[in-house]
């Protein structure tokens, strides 16, 4: 069974700071994809990365980079110098390839950016 | 274009009521997916549909019933709801179902549905 675990329920920061939203995966599959999703207040989710299990290769993206790691089986996500406009509920998920079409959502983070 | 629209943005409808919501892609996209979001919840899976044909059923109650009429269309309907059925459903679609970077699912806006 596939389980996606972030601990962090809610993260306060002040702008400018860095803050990483981690992510703890669970699966018995070989191949696998995890992704990361923001849904800002507005409600429709937004897609900000999918790595596949055979990739552990880091990300950065702007202010964005991802932390793969097999061996602890977690994908941490930072975000550098953060801005109010990161302010959204981000959202860690996996979908297995012998389980196609059904991704398992973490509980979310709530990242609140404060001025 | 990776947009997925949805109309209404809001429903209200009473527990009587029949009513659709209605989600469209014009990416090629050939999977599309139903998900109801609860306030402070993730998104559950609903349905899914991979080349028009039901291919996901999550063991959703019949008051709810999906049609995808064609390649860019997805159609919720909805009928005899219940105050707990209120929730936020969001519409997703992702080239195939599975396999390399083409199983990346993009989202609408979602409808924000209350049932009275």
């Known amino acids: 069974a596939q389980k996606v675990t972030q601990a962090q329920t809610e993260i306060s920061v002040v702008e400018k700071e860095d803050v990483t939203l981690d992510c703890v995966y669970e699966t018995r599959d070989t191949t696998y994809y995890l992704f990361w999703y923001k849904q800002p207040p507005s409600g429709e989710l937004v897609f900000l990365i999918r790595r596949n299990s055979f990739d552990e290769q880091n990300e950065i993206s702007g202010r964005y980079s991802w932390n793969f790691q097999k061996s602890t089986s977690s994908f941490n996500f930072t975000i550098t110098a953060s801005q109010v406009v990161d302010s959204a509920v981000y959202f860690c998920a996996l979908s297995e390839n012998n389980n196609a079409g059904k991704s398992t959502f973490g509980d979310g983070t709530t990242l609140t950016v404060k001025p | 274009d990776t947009e997925v629209t949805q109309t209404p943005k809001h429903l209200v409808m009473g527990m009587t009521n029949k009513k659709s919501l209605k989600c469209e892609q014009h990416m090629g996209h050939r999977a599309m997916y139903w998900y109801k979001q609860k306030a402070k919840k993730p998104p559950e899976l609903m349905f899914v549909?991979?080349?028009?044909?039901?291919?996901i059923n999550e063991s959703v109650p019949s008051r709810f019933s999906p049609e995808c009429p064609n390649s860019s269309l997805l159609n919720l309907h909805l009928h005899a709801l219940q105050p707990e059925d209120s929730a936020l459903y969001l519409c997703?679609?992702?080239?195939?179902?599975?396999?390399?970077?083409?199983?990346?699912?993009?989202f609408g806006p979602g409808t924000r549905l209350t049932v009275l």
């Open positions: 997703a679609s992702s080239q195939v179902l599975a396999g390399d970077s083409g199983d990346t699912q993009y």
């Open positions: 549909y991979s080349y028009e044909k039901l291919s």
